[in-house]
């Protein structure tokens, strides 16, 4: 595997300096051939070589080389880093010239999967280097360098230490049952340690969900019978014209998006197609989209017109919301008010009208109440970060409560032991302690060249 990678690791254009960065167990000699200066072979490890690149006589660029040797590098082979005067011509230029020698372009992604199958790093600090690149907040930049230091891979691995010490209790019961100094695991004791465990995981799994908010936004959508003011509501909120704001009902018919940040928390904001019954073909399908995208939303903000009583839409609307998190909004206060409020007791309700911003602000602030991630410290960020890793976390969860139920149908101890072992794989998977190539080839497809 550690044939010989190059790759442009800074954003191609016009700029100060670029990067080409190489990895794998010639590098060293092959920049030898091509370099002006010091015998690079000669140099020490970690050190930076000021010269010159060259194609036999001819002098293509004026560059600082770093040099470091393995084991000690990002991928745990020999790396070299040119860095020349940016700009596409002198980079391209270099690039093919050190593509005529023994090496070939990197995948995207590749130094770190190297860096994840030489053991430097885990796969949950291999997912934290892409979300620290991809961070365009405050929180999920935190979240990523968190991640980054080993602090998902710890509370995976404690809780797999765990396991195994649960797991070897229940094998040596079993192997050898004529011991009389050992512990003697009863489905009692069993039952009071996995208990324990699901109500940790469950926690873990919990909190890794507002994690995962922090870091890709709430997805919130706007819903509502068509003219009430969505459109005119998502301007306000996206201060930009994007959404078409129009009087004649239900031209808001495809679903217009955009973000926001509030309090360092993203918002990707969609605006749906009116929820109303009709024959119009394209509004049609918009509505239907409308209604299944409740589902994946994490956030539903319902808005009503004040100026009109609640119609029976408005009460089926609101019943669609029901299981998910809910603000409503009152739109158009500026207008004599038919609304009868008292019918809407339960629910988070916020009275705007879009022409002088009223009530725009305390929408925002109720958006951000509702899922309290302000009070999320940055020390707190010990959690799982991604839908993999959180998906896979409920799949061992599944297995431990597989477990309370044989313990509740009392059968034999080693029956317990498969789930339990399966549970230890499974936690595995998201460190990358167990995987197969088909993930990790999918998983670093995502990254981007030179990283
Ligand atoms: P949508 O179909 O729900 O997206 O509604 P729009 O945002 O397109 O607005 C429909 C109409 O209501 C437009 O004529 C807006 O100018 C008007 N409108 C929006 N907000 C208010 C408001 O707060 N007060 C009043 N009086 N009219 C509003």
Same mark, same amino acid.
């Given at each position: ?51 010159? /690149? ?42 093919? $010239? ?111 969900? !507002? ?10 959508? =706007? ?13 306000? $909120? ?22 926001? /940040? ?22 049609? /399908? ?44 009152? !739109? ?17 309700? /916020? ?63 080693? $029956? ?9 794989? =499974? ?25």
């Amino acid at each position: 595997m550690n044939d010989n990678i190059v790759a442009i690791s800074t954003a191609m254009g016009v700029g100060a300096i670029s990067i080409i960065r190489l990895s794998g167990k010639d590098v060293i000699s092959i920049v030898n051939q091509i370099f002006k200066g010091k015998d690079l072979e000669k140099v020490n490890s970690h050190t930076i070589n000021y010269g010159y /690149i060259v194609n036999n006589d001819e002098i293509i660029d004026e560059v600082l080389v770093t040099i470091m040797k393995k084991p000690k590098t990002y991928t745990m082979e020999d790396i070299v880093e040119i860095n020349c005067h940016g700009g596409i011509a002198t980079t391209n230029k270099i690039m093919e $010239l050190i593509l005529t020698k023994n090496v070939r372009l990197a995948y995207p992604g590749e130094f770190t999967k190297r860096a994840f199958l030489n053991g430097r790093i885990d796969l949950t600090k291999a997912e934290a280097v892409m979300d620290l690149i991809n961070s365009d907040t405050e929180s999920s930049r935190q979240v990523a360098i968190s991640s980054l230091q080993g602090n998902t891979f710890n509370l995976i691995n404690n809780f797999r230490n765990k396991l195994k010490d649960l797991i070897s209790s229940i094998e040596v019961n079993i192997d050898y049952p004529e011991y009389y100094d050992i512990e003697v695991m009863t489905l009692e004791k069993i039952k009071k340690q996995v208990t324990k465990m699901k109500e940790d995981l469950s926690n873990i799994i919990k909190e890794s969900q !507002n994690t995962k908010l922090l870091k890709y936004g709430i997805d919130t959508l =706007i819903i509502g019978k068509p003219n009430v003011g969505k459109s005119s509501i998502l301007n306000k $909120l996206l201060q930009e014209e994007k959404a078409i704001v129009t009087d004649i009902e239900g031209t808001t018919r495809d679903i217009v998006e955009g973000n926001i /940040i509030i309090n360092n928390v993203a918002f990707n904001i969609i605006d749906t197609a009116g929820i109303r019954k009709t024959e119009d073909k394209i509004e049609k /399908i918009g509505v239907e989209k409308s209604i299944s995208l409740i589902d994946q939303a994490d956030l539903v903000i319902v808005v009503l017109d004040g100026s009109k009583d609640l119609s029976n839409e408005d009460l089926e609307i609101l019943n669609q919301t029901k299981d998910k998190p809910t603000i409503v909004v009152i !739109n158009k206060n500026d207008l004599d008010q038919k609304l009868d409020k008292t019918k809407l007791s339960n629910y988070t309700l /916020i009275e705007t009208n879009t022409f002088d911003e009223c009530g725009i602000n305390p929408l925002k602030e109720k958006m951000i109440e509702l899922f309290q991630l302000d009070k999320i410290e940055s020390k707190d960020y010990q959690y799982l970060t991604n839908t993999r890793q959180i998906s896979l976390a409920k799949k061992a969860y599944q297995k431990l409560e597989n477990v309370s139920e044989a313990i509740s149908n009392n059968m034999f101890i080693d $029956l317990l032991e498969i789930d339990l072992k399966e549970c230890f794989d =499974i936690l595995g998977e998201i460190i990358g302690n167990t995987y197969t190539d088909e993930i990790i080839d999918h998983l670093f497809e995502n990254f981007c060249v030179g990283k």
